[in-house]
T-cell receptor, first 113, second 113 residues
Framework: DAKTTQPTSMDCAEGRAANLPCNHS???????VYWYRQIHSQGPQYIIH???NNETNEMASLIITEDRKSSTLILPHATLRDTAVYYC??????????????FGGGTRVLVKP | DSGVTQTPKHLITATGQRVTLRCSPR?????VYWYQQSLDQGLQFLIQ???????AKGNILERFSAQQFPDLHSELNLSSLELGDSALYFC????????????FGQGTRLTVV
């Protein structure tokens, strides 16, 4: 699976959009971008994933650049409960790979009042 | 609630002992994954089972073993415990098809004293 690079930490203001960047310059054509988050020692929680098109769900939006070498997770209206470590993971999505995830260090996001 | 149940939530044991961690996957999920999260190593994939068969192996020590039973629940056995085995152990489950997400349990916090 391709390696990802994320900022170690970032702060954002409650009620504002939080934009979390991720670089994955060695991504292959069959690799998806997945985002998970982990709220203080709880189990990681799936947020969103995409291949090349932008995706949106009830939690967040995922913007993937045209060359697919980077992406941005957008939390549209950050709340204090969004304080967590956010992991960007790139992986092949097929039956052989299953859902084994390789976690990096992630970005520690602190939402401030 | 992810639908993945892990027991016990906390476990304190002495060095040299053996413990068993249990995981019940989400209804319908045939794949189970085990992860270890220690302070200095982050989230590390240990092992995956699919419908009772071992599917993938990660950084799992020889002192550790796992199995998945016919009812699809899984157990992670840790033996000859060392202080360094103290960590959070997470179980996740997913469908086997590739383009899907994993659901994590709330973890078992193991403390070896």
């Amino acid at each position: 699976d391709a390696k990802t690079t994320q900022p170690t930490s970032m702060d954002c203001a409650e009620g504002r959009a939080a934009n979390l960047p991720c670089n994955h310059s060695t991504i292959s054509g069959n690799e998806y971008v997945y985002w998970y988050r982990q709220i203080h020692s709880q189990g990681p929680q799936y947020i969103i994933h995409g291949l090349k098109n932008n995706e949106t769900n009830e939690m967040a939006s995922l913007i993937i650049t045209e060359d697919r070498k980077s992406s941005t997770l957008i939390l549209p209206h950050a709340t204090l409960r969004d304080t967590a470590v956010y992991y960007c993971i790139v992986r092949v999505a097929n039956q052989a790979a299953g859902n084994k995830l390789t976690f990096g260090g992630g970005t520690r996001v602190l939402v401030k009042p | 609630d992810s639908g993945v149940t892990q027991t016990p939530k906390h476990l304190i044991t002495a060095t040299g002992q053996r413990v068993t961690l249990r995981c019940s996957p989400r209804s319908g999920d045939l794949s189970v994954y085990w992860y270890q999260q220690s302070l200095d190593q982050g989230l590390q994939f240990l092992i995956q089972y699919y419908n009772g068969e071992e599917r993938a192996k990660g950084n799992i020590l020889e002192r550790f073993s796992a199995q998945q039973f016919p009812d699809l629940h899984s157990e992670l056995n840790l033996s000859s415990l060392e202080l360094g085995d103290s960590a959070l152990y997470f179980c996740a489950s997913s469908a086997l098809r590739g383009n899907t997400e994993a659901f994590f349990g709330q973890g078992t916090r193991l403390t070896v004293v």
